[in-house]
């Protein structure tokens, strides 16, 4: 399995990271690694105990600051804090995100999968960027599923679940949107000749507390760690393609960062096709206009 070895990390030294979800699993071993390295990592998450309990850990190499995706309010209150203890931002790392919740609804109406996983991700990445644009080397990265790759077709009218919900699909769509965009920003983001590129990856498959809508035997610690060691991946090794995508110098923009294997579960990080919808033009266009339309925000 691969390790740190194969991922330019050292090249982080002195660079603001933005790490979403930091608190536990694959975000938290991100925020380790890169503060290791002697990067200053944002800590963002919504559990105010658990971000001190960490930039405690990681002791003077992080800053600790709430960040709650299903919140409008709180995606733009974050936005203000970087803005005022940073003069720039040189990587995000959207990493935050929720798997197969029962269905509710976020303070913007939205249903807490699309709002929190993909709108989150749009809304947060167009409020940083102008933190991020002018800084040379700057990068957004994307985590995204093999979930993805379920998604034949997408049904423009219950994107946010208005006439029913499918926990499962609703993940799997939420996945591919956060691939579409993606693709879509590092088009625009080329067109106005900005420094940033976007890219996206997938861990493959690593039980942590995102699997905690699953039955209880499956994510027991035990059995999550055993399934981890024989199946899948610990978090340590899922951390490896957002480490990639966000250090490596043999990556371009709009590459998606897999693994080197046939169904993607575990192993070594390499870039890979994503969906064929993610493709389509017209349908990332519509995806990027319906997120405008929901969130008041463009690419300024």
């Known amino acids: 399995m691969a390790g740190l070895s194969s991922i330019e990390v050292n090249s982080v030294k ?17 925020a380790k690694i890169l503060s290791a390295q002697k990067a200053t990592v944002v800590i963002a998450c919504r559990d105010e105990v658990r971000g001190i309990e960490i930039h405690n850990q990681i002791n003077g190499n992080s800053e600790y600051i709430n960040l709650d995706l299903s919140s409008f309010e709180s995606i733009d209150k974050f936005t203000r804090s970087v803005n ?6 040189d990587i995000l790392i959207n ?7 029962p269905f509710s609804q976020t303070d913007d109406q939205l249903e807490l999968t699309f709002g929190v996983n993909y709108i989150g991700y ?52 939420s996945n591919l949107f956060r691939m579409m965009f993606t693709v879509e920003l590092e088009k625009k983001l080329r067109e106005k000749a900005y420094q940033t590129i976007a890219l ?17 035997v499956v994510r027991s610690s035990v059995i999550a760690k055993l399934l981890n060691y024989l199946i899948f991946q610990t978090p340590y090794q ?18 998606f960062i897999g693994l080197d294997t046939k169904r993607q579960v575990r192993g070594n990080p390499k870039v890979v096709k994503p969906n064929e919808l993610v493709f389509d033009q017209d349908l990332r266009k519509q995806l990027w206009n319906k997120s405008v339309e929901i969130t008041g925000i463009d690419l300024d």
Not at 138 to 158: C, E, F, L, P, T
């Open 14 to 30: 002195d660079k603001v990271v933005i790490v979403t979800g930091s608190s536990s699993g694959i975000g938290l071993e991100i």
């Open 122 to 173: 749009y809304l947060l990445t167009n409020k940083i960027m102008p933190m991020l644009k002018e800084v040379k080397g700057s990068r957004v990265v994307n985590m995204s599923s093999i979930a993805q790759y379920k998604v034949k077709h997408i049904d423009w009218g219950n994107i946010n679940s208005q006439i029913y919900y499918d926990r499962w699909g609703t993940y799997a769509l």
């Open 95 to 101: 990493n935050a995100g929720v798997m197969g919740p």
């Open 84 to 89: 005022d203890k940073f003069s720039k931002v």
């Open 238 to 255: 899922a951390a490896m393609p957002a480490l990639m995508a966000a250090t490596s110098k043999i990556v371009t923009g709009g590459d």
């Open 200 to 216: 996206a990856c997938h861990p493959g498959v690593t039980m942590t507390n995102l699997t905690r809508h699953m039955p209880n």
